[in-house]
Structures are given as C-alpha cells and as structure tokens.
C-alpha cells in the first residue's frame, strides 16, 4: 500500500519561500512518476510540477516556472516542492500524487494521493 504523506506547508508573505516535502512509502518507487497539484477554494485540482522517479525528468506548470523545483531524493524516499517568489495566487492545498510509471499533468491519472498540505500567501 503506498502511502504519500505531505508537510512544509504554512503562511508566508508574498516574495518569501517554502519547502513542501512528500514521504513516500509501501513501495519501491523507482519508475514512478510524483507530481505536485494544488487545489485552490472553489477551483478544480491542478498541475504544478511533476519528476519522473528514476531518471529526474521535471516538468512544471508555466505558472511556476522559474520559481518552484521539483526534486526528489532517493535515499529518503522523499519528493519536495521548493516554492520561492510565493505570490497570493500560489495559495491553495497542495498534494503529492504518484503513479506507477511516466508522468501526467492530469490528475485523472495518478492513482496515489497525499493528505494535502495548506499553503497561505498574505500579500
């Protein structure tokens, strides 16, 4: 049973940084694909970034594009998000996702899900 397990969310002003972190486990995750999505009050589930396990491929939305990385450490087990340049509109839920092989930019797609963790932006 793989289990996905977010942390690192919380407020910040708007200009400032966070790390969001996701502790994978139940499973060897070695052609998985991780994503990021976020979820935003009264707005559907989207993509932010996503890496693929084994080889490091990243991809990313071009709304973060040059101020969020996707990266992930074998050793851990773990994926992290590290959000810099946050503005308001970063503000949501964020949720890792994992699915068995390749990446998607559809939610439809992963078959694991985290808890969510909140991220606040104050301007």
């Known amino acids: 049973q793989v289990q996905l397990v977010e942390s690192g969310g919380g407020l910040v002003q708007a200009g400032g940084s966070l790390r969001l972190s996701c502790a994978a486990s139940g499973r060897t995750f070695r052609n998985y694909g991780m994503g990021w999505f976020r979820q935003a009050l009264g707005k559907e589930r989207e993509f932010v970034a996503a890496v693929s396990w084994s080889a490091g491929f990243t991809y990313y939305a071009d709304s973060v594009k040059g101020r969020f990385t996707i990266f992930r450490d074998s050793a851990k087990n773990t994926v992290y998000l590290q959000m810099n340049s946050l503005k308001p509109e970063d503000a949501a839920v964020y949720y890792c996702?994992?699915?068995?092989?390749?990446?998607?930019?559809?939610?439809?797609?992963?078959?694991?899900w985290g808890q969510g963790t909140q991220v606040t932006v104050s301007s």
């Open positions: 996702a994992a699915r068995p092989s390749g990446v998607s930019q559809l939610p439809g797609f992963y078959d694991y």
